[in-house]
């Protein structure tokens, strides 16, 4: 009895190993770029915004919205840069002021992961997608950034998924925060007959689909402690996924402009 008692006692080593070192953080360079574009796209933004107010005070009417706002009727007549220009133009301060910060906000950090180049190519195919959709589901004109703003909303959702092994101690929090405000703006705009919405879910789709496609994927090398992202993401990819975008939504303009 008692010896099998003290055999059991010299057993546990073998019984219970011993306990797995804890994982420790590793720091990991991410991209440093000043985001150029960003600030590029604001500056540019708030310059026709400028001239919107001056052509206002001068000629009592607002010439760079009347060559530039979404119209269906003019897109039917085949003034197709509609299908982009609005993202320049805004109906208040408050509007562009709103817009603006949105971009700021999610357009700095994006612009890091995406680079110069490839930010510029998802803010634009945002605001074609969402006035492509606003072309089809909405007859009355319409102007402002959110169409591409909402693209950049669905850009961070699709990359914060791709890249979430990277980024699981945020993931949940910036995706839950991503819902949220899109989710918010959406709610509102359906509450009001001034905010077109089919725009918005637009510019969000085209986002999606461009960064799904083409948005970064990182993988983690080098030498620890000297870790940094390396995008596997190659230039092909990224044309596939603006082609994507560009002829779905653009086959979807087409069949607008002749049903």
């Not at 180049?117 to 909405?138: D, E, I, M, Q």
């Not at 509450?191 to 969000?204: F, M, P, R, T, V």
Request: proline share 5%; charged share 10%.
């Amino acid at each position: 009895m008692n010896q099998s008692f003290d055999n059991n006692r010299r057993q546990p080593d073998s019984i219970y190993p011993e306990p797995a070192p804890a994982p420790q953080r590793i720091r990991v360079a991410v991209p440093e770029i000043a985001p150029y574009m960003t600030y590029g796209i604001t500056a540019v933004t708030v310059f026709v915004y400028i001239l919107q107010m001056a052509s206002q005070y001068l000629y009592q009417v607002d010439i760079p919205a009347a060559l530039f706002v979404k119209s269906n009727a003019l897109i039917q007549a085949g003034q197709l840069w509609r299908l982009i220009t609005p993202v320049l133009l805004h109906g208040s301060i408050m509007h562009i002021g709103f817009n603006m910060y949105a971009l700021l906000s999610f357009g700095t950090g994006l612009e890091r992961y995406f680079g110069h180049g490839r930010f510029l190519l998802l803010y634009l195919l945002g605001a074609f997608a969402g006035n492509v959709a606003s072309f089809l589901l909405t007859p009355a004109n319409s102007l402002g950034a959110s169409t591409a703003i909402f693209g950049l909303l669905g850009a961070e959702g699709i990359f914060l998924y791709q890249n979430r092994k990277l980024f699981a101690g945020r993931f949940q929090n910036a995706i839950g925060n991503i819902i949220f405000i899109a989710a918010i703006n959406l709610f509102f705009g359906f509450s009001s007959s001034n905010i077109d919405n089919a725009g918005h879910i637009g510019g969000l789709i085209g986002g999606l689909m461009f960064t799904w496609f083409a948005g970064p994927i990182f993988t983690v090398e080098g030498i620890p402690p000297v870790l940094h992202f390396v995008d596997q993401r190659t230039t092909r990819d990224v044309l596939v996924g603006a082609a994507t975008v560009v002829l779905v939504f653009g086959a979807l303009a087409m069949w607008g402009m002749i049903r």
